[in-house]
């Protein structure tokens, strides 16, 4: 077994790495969201989208959709925040919102997005982020059988920590970003830059190894089509990354609509090990590894202790709850998967069918 892969099956190992870069456990809650801004950001409210008569976002500039994982029709809403209705899927269990903002609005929002891009930009959180984005890089090279470091797409780039991170491990990195000001950053330092939206650019078929998506899925109001326009970028056996916010932890499960991760800054789905995994086995891919990181144990301690989630300094609620019962049970805030597309094994060959009659008899 390879370095990589020993570390990748070594439980213990794997925690420490993860707890390394779990901003509440290295700073403490208070401190890390007031030193990355987090907690500024997240009260800018989208108020030139909303209706002040009704609360709800303005209907000249919203569109309904269906739920974006398995197409059901909304069921009913579970709440509203910062105008956007938020409602669960009755068949795949997806939480979403369900009338989003019309296409064009949202990318002029996104060219010009400038407090999410000051928090990556501080510097507690771009530490943390290198030491995240190794993690997933070592973990993808470990299921990479050939052609590493090779070439790596990351989808929705942000302020350029991932190519940075991506580029000193030797990999050649090409980003997608739309924000004006962080594509030009990432242009000036000369990484390679598709300022637009996937679906306009000449991406090479074929060309990358790993696609990753750190944090963008819950963005698109259509991540199917987006992961479907992806498929045929990826050379042999190459993999798709992906980290999206965790419906299913345990600090979502507490704190529902005061959770940061709903509402005012534009996260549109919110998925659990369920819905991602339904939505990536739709599209031909077979997950390699699901697991989640970050704790928000802090967060959860202070709620329980009546304080405010993000400001709070509670002392822990219990000592049983710890960073390995969390992320043992997939209650982390983040899910984080890597999978491939079904059929190929890592070398990039299709595998071979079962021959007739060699299939295991069902039982009636
Ligand atoms: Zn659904």
């Known amino acids: 077994m390879s370095p990589a892969q020993d570390w990748l099956n070594d439980k213990k190992a794997r925690l420490e790495r993860k707890n390394a870069f779990d901003g509440a456990l290295v700073y403490g809650t208070a401190r890390f969201n007031r030193e990355t801004g987090r907690d500024r950001a997240a009260r800018i409210p989208f108020q030139e989208f909303v209706d002040p008569e009704t609360g709800l976002l303005r209907p000249d500039l919203v569109r309904p959709r269906s739920c974006p994982v398995c197409s059901t029709p909304p069921g009913p809403g579970l709440f509203v925040k910062g105008g956007f209705r938020h409602v669960r899927c009755p068949e795949c269990g997806l939480i979403y919102v369900s009338l989003v903002l019309r296409e064009d609005v949202m990318l002029r929002y996104w060219r010009e997005e400038l407090a999410w891009m000051s928090v990556l930009n501080s510097g507690p959180q771009e530490e943390l982020d290198r ?10 090279e470990a299921h990479l059988a050939r052609g590493v470091p090779g070439n790596v797409l990351d989808m929705g780039a942000g302020n350029g920590t991932f190519v940075r991170t991506a580029s000193a491990r030797g990999w050649k990195a090409t ?15 000369g990484y390679q830059v598709i300022v637009k939206p996937l679906e306009l650019s000449d991406v ?11 944090e963008v899925l819950e963005h698109l109001a259509e991540p199917r089509q987006t992961l479907a326009r992806v498929a045929p970028l990826f050379a042999e056996g190459g993999l798709l990354l992906v980290l999206v ?3 299913g932890s345990l600090v979502t499960r ?4 005061k959770s940061h991760t709903f509402g005012g800054h534009s996260h549109l789905n919110h998925f659990n090990a369920g819905s991602l995994t339904r939505l990536l086995e739709s599209l031909d891919y077979e997950i390699l590894e699901m697991e989640t990181l970050l704790t928000e144990l802090g967060a959860i301690n202070n709620h329980l202790d009546f304080q405010d989630p993000y400001r709070g300094e509670a002392a822990p609620f219990v000592p049983e709850l710890t960073p390995e019962l969390i992320h043992d049970r997939l209650w982390g805030s983040r899910l984080f998967v890597l999978a491939r597309r079904k059929g190929r094994d890592a070398w990039g060959r299709a595998r071979p069918l079962p021959r007739r009659g060699a299939e295991p008899r069902r039982s009636p």
């Open 131 to 140: 030491l995240k984005f190794s993690y997933g890089l070592e973990a993808a």
């Open 175 to 189: 980003a997608v970003e739309i924000n004006t000001e962080s594509a030009q950053s990432m242009l000036d330092e």
């Open 204 to 214: 090479p078929h074929g060309a990358f190894e790993l696609v990753t998506f750190w």
């Open 245 to 247: 916010p965790n419906a």
């Open 254 to 257: 507490i704190l529902h609509e």
